[in-house]
T-cell receptor
Framework: GNSVTQMEGPVTLSEEAFLTINCTYTATGYPSLFWYVQYPGEGLQLLLKATKADDKGSNKGFEATYRKETTSFHLEKGSVQVSDSAVYFCALNTNAGKSTFGDGTTLTVKP | EAQVTQNPRYLITVTGKKLTVTCSQNMNHEYMSWYRQDPGLGLRQIYYSMNVEVTDKGDVPEGYKVSRKEKRNFPLILESPSPNQTSLYFC??????????????FGPGTRLTVT
C-alpha cells in the first residue's frame, strides 16, 4: 500500500531560522503530493501542493518540490515566524480516491 | 462561505450506544472522506465516497459505517462504539477525484470519547 514518512518532531526553532521538514513517500502510479497545516483546535488546511514530478508548490514563503527520483517532497521556509507554529502534514492522493497522510510534525517557533 | 461542517463538535458516550456524526459541505464536491487523528499516528482514512451512492473502505474501516444518499452529506455511524474509537474525527471534501490533484477541505473536527 501507499505510505508517507515524515521527519519526526517536535521541531523547535528561533524566529527567522531556516525550516526543513522531510517527507518521503511510496506509492504506485503518479500521486499528487500535498502539505497541510493544522493550527490548534482547527481542521487541516492546504498549505501547498504539486501534482507531477519536478513541480514546485509554494505559498506564504513555504516551498516544496516533487522529486520522483528520490520520492520526496520536503517542506522548506527561509525565515520562520512565531505565527508558523502549527502541525504540518505531508500527504498524497491517488486517482482511485485513497489519501495517505504522514504522522505530522509539530513546529514551535520561539521569539 | 464555503465550508465543511460537522456535528457534534464534542461527544462523550458509553460503550455500545449507537451514534452518528454528521458531515455536510456546501461546495458541490463529489468526493467526501472521513479520517481519525490519533497522537503519533497522523490521519488515517476510514471511508471515502467518490460520489452519491458510491462508498469505499479506507485504511481503518472496522467498526464504522457510512452512507452517501445526497451529494452534500456524508454521515459517519458507529453502531456499537468501543473505547478504542476514542479519537478526533475529521470530515473532508474535494472536487472530482478521478483526478488526484484536488486538495481536500476539512471540517473543524469532532472529538469523541467512548467510556
Amino acid at each position: 500500500g501507499n505510505s508517507v514518512t515524515q521527519m519526526e518532531g517536535p521541531v523547535t526553532l528561533s524566529e527567522e531560522a531556516f525550516l526543513t521538514i522531510n517527507c518521503t513517500y511510496t506509492a504506485t502510479g503518479y500521486p499528487s503530493l500535498f502539505w497541510y497545516v493544522q493550527y490548534p483546535g482547527e481542521g487541516l488546511q492546504l498549505l501547498l501542493k504539486a501534482t507531477k514530478a519536478d513541480d514546485k508548490g509554494s505559498n506564504k514563503g513555504f516551498e516544496a518540490t516533487y522529486r520522483k527520483e528520490t520520492t520526496s517532497f520536503h517542506l522548506e521556509k527561509g525565515s520562520v515566524q512565531v505565527s508558523d507554529s502549527a502541525v504540518y502534514f505531508c500527504a498524497l492522493n491517488t486517482n482511485a480516491g485513497k489519501s495517505t497522510f504522514g504522522d505530522g510534525t509539530t513546529l514551535t517557533v520561539k521569539p | 462561505e464555503a465550508q465543511v461542517t460537522q456535528n457534534p463538535r464534542y461527544l462523550i458516550t458509553v460503550t455500545g450506544k449507537k451514534l452518528t456524526v454528521t458531515c455536510s459541505q456546501n461546495m458541490n464536491h463529489e468526493y467526501m472522506s472521513w479520517y481519525r487523528q490519533d497522537p503519533g499516528l497522523g490521519l488515517r482514512q476510514i471511508y471515502y465516497s467518490m460520489n452519491v451512492e458510491v462508498t469505499d473502505k479506507g485504511d481503518v474501516p472496522e467498526g464504522y459505517k457510512v452512507s452517501r444518499k445526497e451529494k452534500r452529506n456524508f454521515p459517519l455511524i458507529l453502531e456499537s462504539p468501543s473505547p478504542n474509537q476514542t479519537s478526533l474525527y475529521f470530515c473532508a471534501s474535494s472536487l472530482m477525484r478521478g483526478q488526484s490533484s484536488y486538495e481536500q477541505y476539512f471540517g473543524p473536527g469532532t472529538r469523541l470519547t467512548v467510556t
